[in-house]
């Protein structure tokens, strides 16, 4: 079946503009997951969907980062004012239930989001 | 918090070479584990993984074992092929509250050479 999708593959934007990011996880995982790959951070955990519960947005770098999930599936991530340090690959993932450390978390190919 | 430590790369080595990659990490519970390899200009894929103490993962050659007493899912590989030239990183996964997140460790580049 078909694996995690993700849109764009890539965005270059000017600093200060809106950017949206969209996930398309497995059908049937009611778990999707959002991380970003930088070179100075490594991989880091964003944000958490599962099912129909509250998000886990624990993993947000700052309140111009917000995503959300309609209808338990597409997921969309904002960032408002975007600035140059946010410049990374933002990958999603998603995994069957999200309620064990056991599930394997499934990636999609990444959007690469250059801020100049 | 929950941590992962890499050994820190970039990794070179010659064909049918044996490959060790050490990970160790920090978890308040009982993780799982798991080693994600990224192919130059691929996504992420799981490699391999380990649910508990003792337990092997497999895959493609390569095998890790949870080792709790020492904290330790260290990558082997007994002949490594240059289609293993790829970024590595090792991960756990520990429920905490309804998130079972990934923590990583840094990655380390494996360049396998002719």
């Known amino acids: 079946g078909a694996g995690v999708s993700q849109s764009p593959s890539n965005k270059v934007t000017e600093k200060g503009k809106d950017v949206e990011l969209r996930c398309d996880p497995i059908?049937?995982?009611?778990?999707l997951y959002w991380y970003r790959q930088s070179l100075g951070q490594g991989l880091e955990f964003l944000i958490y969907?599962?099912?129909?519960?509250?998000?886990?947005k624990s993993g947000l770098p700052s309140d111009r980062f917000s995503a959300e999930r309609t209808g338990g599936s597409v997921s969309t991530l904002t960032i408002q004012r975007t600035q140059q340090e946010d410049s990374a690959v933002y990958l999603c993932?998603?995994?069957?239930?999200?309620?064990?450390?056991?599930?394997?978390?499934?990636f999609g190919p990444g959007t690469r989001l250059t801020v100049l | 918090g929950d941590s992962v430590t890499q050994m820190e790369g970039p990794v070179t080595l010659s064909e049918e070479a044996f490959l060790t990659i050490n990970c160790t990490y920090t978890?308040?519970?009982?993780?799982?584990l798991f080693w994600y390899v990224q192919y130059p200009g691929e996504g992420l894929q799981l490699l391999l993984k380990?649910?508990?103490?003792?337990d092997k993962g497999s895959n493609k050659g390569f095998e890790a074992t949870y080792r709790k007493e020492t904290t330790s899912f260290h990558l082997e590989k007994g002949s490594v092929q240059v289609s293993d030239s790829a970024v590595y990183f090792c991960?756990?996964?520990?429920?905490?509250?309804?998130?079972?997140?990934?923590?990583f460790g840094k990655g380390i580049t494996l360049s396998v050479r002719p």
């Open positions: 993932a998603s995994s069957l239930t999200g309620t064990s450390s056991t599930d394997t978390q499934y």
């Open positions: 059908s049937g995982h009611t778990a």
């Open positions: 969907f599962q099912g129909n519960s509250a998000p886990d």
């Open positions: 978890a308040t519970g009982y993780p799982s």
């Open positions: 380990a649910t508990k103490a003792d």
């Open positions: 991960a756990l996964s520990e429920r905490t509250g309804a998130n079972s997140k990934l923590t």
